[in-house]
């Protein structure tokens, strides 16, 4: 046999499961000849799927058995499957696809599923592929991998806005970078030899992108440098409620890695920035980086009980963000 009896794919991120799977199928060359079925775990498999998992022939047409969501499937469904694939036929290859969350760094999967003769033996195959899905940790890497493949270079700030913005979701991920490849001039392509190069300007395209450059605006903020403030916060100002809870998620994300680096953990971030952010941490200390927390937590809280508009809070938490970092420099 050419390929696996079976595969298991356990992945909560269905682009990264179907991308995944067609590396396979090219690798083992199951070319457009093979038929495709694909089943969902939301029904009861009907008889042709029985069907095509068991039949067997000398001159019967090559295909690939796609089960969706297969995790939902019942026990009793689980077991005639699994006896069913004691036998595997040579002329079909069956995909399981487990959709199932992870916790803790482990796929939740049935418990029934997980105890089957079929899985334990795929297992011993290594016919089980295991990925967690797209997560903030793999974001970036994935964005640049994607980017590169595609044709697309992005500036520093560009990148870190678009990993900050986008959802953590491979197809989301897929479609801004097709959009931004719409941006290429017609009768040049990007490719890996000449990148198309993407600057914040850019990412206008997206609908989750705000005006301002927020990057800049929290270097300002952090360097408590109020006019540049204000006029970065004027670049966003009809883009107000967008704006403040964009910032209030990456100002969350930047205390909590502040917080990481003066406890002595280790924080993904550019080598470059690391000394510097270290020292901010020092000045600001675990107290002033509470406080900090406190005012996010505090203007989510005033925006969402109807204290305060985001305008207002906007402007609010610019200033008292100001006040906490220059007294962390002083």
């Known amino acids: 046999m050419s390929h696996p009896g079976f595969t298991f794919l356990i992945c909560p991120d269905s682009r990264l499961l179907q991308a995944h ?3 396979l199928l090219s690798a083992a060359k199951a070319d457009s000849r093979w038929e495709r079925h ?8 009907p008889p042709r799927f029985w069907e095509q998992l068991t039949l067997q022939g000398l001159f019967g047409t090559p295909r690939v058995l796609v089960a969706r969501q297969a995790h939902m499937w019942p026990a009793a469904i689980w077991k005639k499957i699994s006896a069913a694939l004691g036998h595997p036929s040579e002329q079909c290859w069956p995909f399981f696809c487990l959709e199932v969350a992870w916790e803790r760094g482990q796929p939740k999967i049935p418990a029934h599923l997980a105890k089957l003769r079929c899985f334990a033996y795929a297992e011993q195959q290594g016919w089980i592929w295991r990925n ?3 997560t903030e940790r793999g974001l970036r890497r994935h964005v640049q991998e994607r980017a590169t493949a595609l044709g697309l270079r992005f500036a520093p700030d560009a990148l870190e806005q678009f990993c900050a913005s986008v959802p953590v979701a491979a197809q989301a991920v897929e479609n801004e970078l097709q959009k931004l490849l719409l941006l290429a001039p017609a009768d040049t392509p990007p490719s890996a030899a000449s990148p198309l190069r993407v600057d914040v300007a850019m990412l206008a395209t997206a609908s989750w992108s705000p005006d301002c450059n927020v990057f800049a605006l929290i270097r300002h903020l952090e360097a408590a440098n109020l006019p540049a403030v204000w006029k970065e916060l004027e670049r966003g100002r009809r883009d107000g409620d967008s704006l403040i809870f964009s910032l209030l998620a990456l100002l969350a994300r930047e205390f909590r890695q502040l917080w990481q680096l003066l406890a002595g953990e280790k924080v993904r971030m550019p080598p470059a920035e690391t ?12 107290e002033g980086l509470s406080q900090g927390l406190a005012l996010l937590m505090d203007t989510e809280w005033q925006i969402k009980s109807g204290r305060r508009s985001p305008e207002q809070s906007l402007d609010f938490l610019a200033a008292e963000l100001c006040r906490l970092f220059a007294r962390g420099r002083s």
């Open 38 to 45: 694909v089943y969902w775990g939301d029904e009861e498999p």
């Open 275 to 286: 000394g510097a952010k270290l020292q901010l941490a020092r000045r600001l200390g675990f």
């Open 132 to 134: 967690e899905g797209l």
């Open 21 to 23: 799977m067609e590396g």
